[in-house]
């Protein structure tokens, strides 16, 4: 396998070739295979970018339909027709039939240009710079996102430029069970010497995807939306990883029924791993000003194209995400199973997740290290998460095969006890 011209040109900020070190040639729904034709399951998909699966036929043949047609592929922010049949397959298909009226924004092609917009947004909106956000949040890396990302790693990659504009709060959990952390921030909204600025905007995801898989409760997640309502601060749910479909529900915010102002999406939003991002906002919100927030890449019709696809074979009715509950449960149940064994060994781990986005906390990255490195031997790709990666997360494809789905859960049980024998 060759690799030294890759070792040799990619810089070192590179991650996940360091933890699969091979060179991958094809891949097709949740199967990857190397150039040495071996194939391995994927629980990683994309870091949550392919929810339907490597070369989905059904929207990679609407791709190539559309190339063969000579469409726009690159138009800024030109009306096309792939625009237009994206937005109305979105207010017909996910919009309308929740009860949400939003307008969209399209502000590049990445996450993190959604995160930057949607808070820039609220600034504009409220005339106030505060934004609350939560311990273990991860919300990209450009600056305005990493002001408002937890995690140290990041936010010291600035070469000493403080990042600014953001408060952080304990998460749901982050004191332990029976504390509910939104007492303090009621507390200090209550009181003029509390130290926090009224803010703008509380962002928010409601499970935590780098952050190690920690879920909101749904009830926590209602009270914090009251207190924006109370407050009149707006609420953006980041629903980078936990949306399209992730979950089991289109949007991970519609289990606890809230409605939030502001939405991000990208990752699966364009549903074959192009990129992708939008926001989603309030109509009065809308407060921007022409060519105000701009980016060279906001208007890929490619994507818009892949994106009514996927909206049209999946979320058409409500037989997709039915699945999705299903085979979450299996995870629940395996990874369960597999934290209960790692008890008996004396390792204190714990399931959790909503949908198809799991974890196993095993509370160490060193043994976290250990149970995916064999599984990558042993033919799975999955990764970890978590402040110190103690959490074996699985995000594979939400079109995910029953057999390669068991088959994966049966290669990271084995996987665990071979790396703590």
């Known amino acids: 396998m060759q690799t030294q011209t890759l070792e040799r040109m990619e810089s070192d900020v590179r991650t996940y070739s360091r933890s699969f070190p091979v060179?991958?040639?094809?891949?097709?729904?949740?199967?990857?295979?190397?150039?040495?034709?071996?194939?391995?399951?994927?629980?990683?998909?994309?870091?949550?970018?392919?929810?339907?699966?490597?070369?989905?036929?059904?929207?990679?043949?609407?791709?190539?339909?559309?190339?063969?047609?000579?469409?726009?592929?690159?138009?800024?922010?030109?009306?096309?027709?792939?625009?237009?049949?994206?937005?109305?397959?979105?207010?017909?298909?996910?919009?309308?039939?929740?009860?949400?009226?939003?307008?969209?924004?399209?502000?590049?092609?990445?996450?993190?240009?959604?995160?930057?917009?949607?808070?820039?947004?609220?600034?504009?909106?409220?005339?106030?710079?505060?934004?609350?956000?939560?311990?273990?949040?991860?919300?990209?890396?450009?600056?305005?996102?990493?002001?408002?990302?937890?995690?140290?790693?990041?936010?010291?990659?600035?070469?000493?430029?403080?990042?600014?504009?953001?408060?952080?709060?304990?998460?749901?959990?982050?004191?332990?069970?029976?504390?509910?952390?939104?007492?303090?921030?009621?507390?200090?909204?209550?009181?003029?010497?509390?130290?926090?600025?009224?803010?703008?905007?509380?962002?928010?995801?409601?499970?935590?995807?780098?952050?190690?898989?920690?879920?909101?409760?749904?009830?926590?997640?209602?009270?914090?939306?009251?207190?924006?309502?109370?407050?009149?601060?707006?609420?953006?749910?980041?629903?980078?990883?936990a949306g399209c479909g992730r979950t089991g529900k289109f949007f991970s915010f519609e289990h606890a029924g809230v409605i939030p102002d502001i939405v991000t999406n990208s990752k699966s939003l364009s549903g074959f791993g192009l990129p992708f991002a939008h926001v989603l906002m309030r109509p009065e919100l809308d407060k921007w000003k022409p060519g105000q927030y701009n980016g060279t890449f906001r208007g890929f019709n490619l994507a818009f194209t892949t994106a009514a696809a996927t909206l049209r074979k999946y979320w058409s009715d409500d037989t997709f995400e039915r699945d999705v509950q299903r085979k979450g449960r299996v995870v629940a149940d395996r990874f369960q199973k597999i934290a209960a064994w790692l008890g008996e060994q004396g390792i204190e781990a714990s399931e959790r997740g909503r949908g198809l986005m799991r974890g196993i906390d095993v509370g160490s990255g060193d043994i976290a290290d250990k149970i995916t490195a064999k599984a990558f031997e042993n033919g799975l790709v999955i990764e970890t998460s978590g402040q110190d990666g103690e959490v074996v997360k699985c995000l594979c494809p939400l079109t995910i095969t029953d057999e390669d789905l068991v088959e994966g859960l049966d290669i990271l049980e084995a996987s665990a006890k071979q790396a703590l024998s």
């Open 23 to 241: 060179v991958f040639t094809k891949a097709q729904n949740a199967r990857l295979t190397d150039e040495d034709g071996r194939e391995y399951i994927d629980f990683l998909a994309g870091a949550g970018t392919l929810n339907y699966g490597h070369n989905n036929p059904h929207i990679k043949q609407a791709l190539v339909d559309y190339l063969a047609s000579d469409g726009i592929v690159h138009g800024l922010d030109f009306w096309t027709a792939a625009k237009r049949d994206y937005l109305e397959t979105l207010e017909a298909l996910i919009l309308k039939p929740r009860g949400l009226e939003y307008k969209v924004h399209f502000p590049g092609p990445t996450g993190t240009n959604a995160v930057e917009a949607a808070i820039r947004l609220a600034r504009v909106a409220k005339g106030r710079h505060n934004i609350v956000t939560f311990t273990n949040g991860f919300h990209g890396v450009t600056m305005g996102a990493l002001a408002t990302t937890g995690n140290r790693k990041f936010r010291e990659a600035t070469g000493g430029i403080p990042t600014q504009g953001a408060a952080f709060l304990p998460f749901d959990g982050y004191l332990g069970e029976g504390t509910d952390t939104l007492d303090y921030f009621e507390k200090l909204l209550g009181d003029k010497s509390g130290g926090l600025d009224v803010p703008a905007a509380v962002i928010i995801e409601t499970v935590q995807g780098e952050g190690g898989i920690n879920v909101s409760g749904l009830e926590w997640l209602k009270r914090l939306e009251g207190i924006c309502r109370a407050h009149d601060i707006l609420l953006i749910v980041d629903d980078i990883q």
